[in-house]
């Protein structure tokens, strides 16, 4: 499963003060049937918070509204929001299997760039001074569930560098279940392709494992890497949505940890 990334960092109230080291995530309920960022920022607003509580929001659908960058401060847990991620679920101790399945998702690629690890999830309720019923579960069986499907992934094994070579696509293939052989075929010259450190044709024509990808993720299926392609890559990764693969890339990153966490 890869869940649906809705971005609104550039959409919701504050995000000016920073910090440069994270070492918790914090899960939290919204103590609500229904909801999202919108409709909590009327409240924190009311609190006299310049920014939101949370860094992500899962809806009762299981997407996943994106709030924050991971360096922003939000106001999650007093006392313990300088070096703490915020992940929220929309629901008052009841949750649907697909906010679930979003909330393991999302963990585990946080933690993955974050450095974390399963101990380092606690509920709200677990943070000294904290007196709250949030965030409405056992944690405990929260984090056990995280390590038993950790220890059963199928992932990759790549290391998260932001560059696309022969590893990454023959792990792409793997991933798609396309022929493997570590090469896009095909493709023409633009700035996507000639970001490409390895295994890549050029001469046109298009390249299976490229067009497989694109219908994953909604966009044209010509088989062409192209800004285009690029573009709803980054969209569907939940990344900067430019169309240009940088150097190092970040979308190239999250594409990496999602073939390592075997949830492409």
């Not at 509204?65 to 300088?82: K, W």
């Not at 052989?181 to 000639?194: C, P, R």
């Not at 940890?257 to 492409?264: D, I, K, M, P």
Request: one cysteine or more.
């Amino acid at each position: 499963m890869m869940v649906k990334v809705i971005d609104l960092r550039n959409k919701v109230m504050g995000g000016n003060d920073q910090r440069s080291t994270i070492t918790k995530i914090a899960r939290h309920h919204s103590a609500t049937d229904s909801g999202d960022v919108f409709k909590f920022e009327s409240y924190w607003k009311g609190k006299g918070w310049n920014t939101g509580g949370y860094h992500e929001v899962i809806l009762r659908n299981g997407d996943v509204q994106l709030c924050y960058d991971e360096n922003v401060i939000t106001n999650g847990i007093y006392g313990h929001n300088s070096n703490t991620y915020h992940i929220c679920l929309v629901g008052n101790g009841d949750f649907t299997d697909e906010q679930e399945e979003a909330f393991a998702e999302r963990f585990k690629y946080n933690a993955e760039r974050l450095e974390l690890s399963v101990d380092d999830l606690l509920g709200h309720n677990e943070f000294s001074g904290a007196n709250t019923a949030c965030p409405g579960i056992d944690m405990n069986e929260v984090r056990a569930k995280l390590k038993q499907a950790d220890s059963s992934t199928n992932g990759a094994d790549l290391t998260v560098d932001g560059y696309w070579g022969t590893k990454t696509t023959t792990a792409l293939q793997k991933s798609l279940d396309t022929v493997v052989d570590g090469v896009i075929s095909g493709q023409v010259h633009n700035q996507a392709t000639d970001s490409v450190v390895s295994g890549i044709t050029f001469g046109g024509g298009g390249s299976l494992v490229i067009e497989t990808l694109q219908r994953k993720i909604g966009s044209t299926d010509d088989g062409l890497l192209g800004p285009n392609t690029v573009s709803t890559l980054q969209e569907y990764l939940g990344t900067v949505v430019d169309g240009v693969i940088s150097d190092p890339s970040l979308v190239v990153k999250a594409l990496q940890r999602a073939l390592n966490a075997g949830n492409l």
